[in-house]
């Protein structure tokens, strides 16, 4: 059993994240920003990168989805045991939080690479006797409460990462912002250099900046303004003294409300989007800052079906540690393919069955579609034409699955859920549509696997990157998406997938998605299975060997970490 001492001489990274999904049973993510973090701990697990992460304990997770007769999303609790998962480490810190001190006492977790390295993840938690009845649940609710909250639980994560790091004896180089939840991390690094002496010749304030911005790097995830964390300074004034003054935060994150995009902007030396379109979008929201790429990926070793897996080991060995061999995998055998894709689509066969009693048929295509229920995702997209859907269907049945976690406070979106259970009845005589509920990790990648088709449908150029559809590909299973986020990278036409393309985007897309379905993408499959098999191998040559989170891991070890 490794200790926490065994990582204090090498680990030189650390990387800080709202959410990480470790594992399906420990529920400390909510969806694909917490499914990127794992993925980063598993690759950097095989890659022995020298890294620690840092995140919140989340003892009651986001929260479980379950669907009520009308379609309405109903939010249980997700509860899950640290002690079963970590180990506690014996040590505190605190952080002053409206004039009180919050202690903060970190769970460890060791994640190990089946190649045998692994990396430390604390798990940051304020449930302790220490703390007031007020103060211990800060970090239970992921996405929880409202905005005096979530500053709370952003203070802790960020100066109560740092201070966790340094009491425990590391000594970090580098810190790796995900996403701007964790950016009161470098105002901590700086309130701590100007704490100390400064030596002769050194220029005081500049210089604390200098060094404190040399050190961070950040990742920006997303064009939705909701996206970005904002607080009134009052608030934030009322929440915490000891940082820094509030006119000098002004400075850093916005005159008017503290943004913590703007934040960690301010004071990273690296900026990044995560897929190339992403990195141009972010560039015209963030006037003045250089922002570069780095494009998502996903853990092949975790997202790829145990049915793939053996295909994959059979002749491409060590492909979970280099990916980039999958590219070879235009050359597996026919056969070996299309038994492993109808492995998955049994196991998904069997998952509706279980969760909604719906009864699929293998021999018709699914087109499967997973992913947050809101808006600029469009999952009614397919549905925009009622009669124009059933015709389609009639004349190439297929089948539709559904799944995905309105966030609580986003009514639209849970509307979204209840009106695509309405549509699922009134269309069931000639198309079967299932909503899965609890879209989850364990659950995702029985979907993506067993589906036939991948779809998606955001509005470009809402969709940072997603990486759904690429863990859809590594298993063979084509994309048909609008040309968004790591899809205008993906696609390449009849070959990995096929592209929505409407003349006038957005009003069009609709139209475009049933010609697509209804000239090509189904009549393939129906007509020329051989020709569906060349594409699903496509796709994984393409799309799996290159989509990865260890092509990620090396390009921001090498762009990013390495100065
Ligand atoms: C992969 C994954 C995501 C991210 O997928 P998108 O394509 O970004 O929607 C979200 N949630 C779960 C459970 C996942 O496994």
């Not at 913590?260 to 979008?281: F, P």
């Not at 079906?305 to 235009?330: G, T």
């Not at 969709?463 to 990278?489: F, I, R």
Request: charged share 20%; glycine share 8%; net charge negative.
């Amino acid at each position: 059993m490794r200790q926490l001492d065994d990582f204090l001489p090498r680990t030189r990274i650390a990387y800080l994240s709202m959410e990480i999904a470790l594992r399906p049973e420990m529920h400390t993510y909510s969806g694909g920003l917490g499914v990127l973090a794992g993925d980063t701990v598993r690759s950097s697990a095989d890659l022995q990168l020298p890294m620690v992460f840092v995140t919140l304990a989340s003892r009651s997770g986001y929260f479980r989805q379950e669907i009520d007769r009308k379609g309405h999303q109903i939010e249980r609790p997700d509860h899950w045991e640290p002690a079963e998962w970590a180990s506690m480490v014996p040590a505190m810190v605190a952080v002053e939080i409206e004039g009180r001190p919050v202690w903060v006492r970190p769970w460890l977790y060791i994640h190990t690479s089946p190649g045998g390295g692994s990396v430390p993840v604390l798990l940051l938690d304020t449930d302790l006797d220490q703390n007031d009845a007020a103060n211990r649940p800060i970090t239970s609710h992921l996405y929880g409460g409202d905005q005096a909250y979530r500053l709370k639980q952003e203070l802790i994560l960020g100066v109560g990462g740092a201070r966790i790091l340094q009491a425990l004896g590391f000594a970090i180089d580098v810190y790796h912002l995900n996403e701007g939840h964790a950016a009161f991390l470098p105002v901590e690094l700086l309130r701590r250099f100007r704490r100390m002496a400064h030596a002769p010749g050194e220029e005081g304030d500049g210089h604390d900046r200098a060094r404190v911005r040399d050190m961070c790097i950040f990742t920006t995830h997303t064009p939705v303004d909701a996206g970005h964390d904002r607080f009134a300074y009052e608030l934030v004034a009322a929440t915490t003294s000891d940082l820094m003054p509030i006119d000098e935060l002004r400075g850093l994150a916005g005159a008017d409300m503290l943004n913590m995009t703007t934040l960690a902007l301010s004071l990273s030396r690296y900026v990044n989007g995560v897929a190339r379109r992403h990195a141009t979008t972010a560039r015209d929201m963030f006037p003045g800052y250089e922002v570069t790429s780095v494009t998502n990926g996903v853990h092949v070793g975790t997202w790829a079906h145990p049915a793939f897996a053996r295909v994959f080991d059979a002749s491409i060995p060590h492909w979970p540690i280099e990916p980039e061999l999958l590219a070879r995998a235009d050359t597996l055998d026919d056969g070996a393919v299309w038994a492993a894709h109808e492995e998955a689509k049994a196991d998904l066969c069997r998952l509706v069955r279980e969760t909604t009693g719906t009864e699929l048929r293998p021999e018709l295509p699914i087109v499967g579609y997973g992913r947050r229920m809101t808006g600029y995702k469009r999952p009614d997209l397919l549905f925009s034409d009622v009669e124009r859907l059933r015709a389609l269907a009639r004349d190439h049945p297929f089948q539709v699955v559904l799944a995905g976690k309105a966030h609580p406070k986003d009514q639209a979106g849970k509307n979204l859920i209840a009106s695509l259970h309405a549509l699922a009845r009134e269309l069931s005589d000639v198309l079967p549509v299932v909503f899965v509920p609890n879209y989850d990790m364990a659950m995702g990648s029985i979907l993506v696997a067993g589906s036939d088709v991948w779809l998606n449908t955001p509005v470009p150029p809402m969709e940072a990157s997603g990486t759904s559809g690429m863990k859809a590909g590594l298993n063979g299973v084509p994309n048909l998406s609008t040309l968004d986020g790591w899809w205008v990278e993906g696609c390449i036409e009849g070959v990995t997938g096929w592209g929505i393309r409407s003349a006038d985007s957005g009003a069009d897309d609709a139209a475009a998605l049933y010609a697509k379905l209804g000239e090509t993408v189904l009549p393939l499959y129906e007509r020329d299975r051989k020709g569906w098999i060349w594409m699903m191998k496509q796709s994984i040559a393409k799309v799996g060997s290159y989509f990865n989170s260890q092509r990620m891991m090396r390009q921001y070890a090498s762009e990013a970490y390495i100065r």
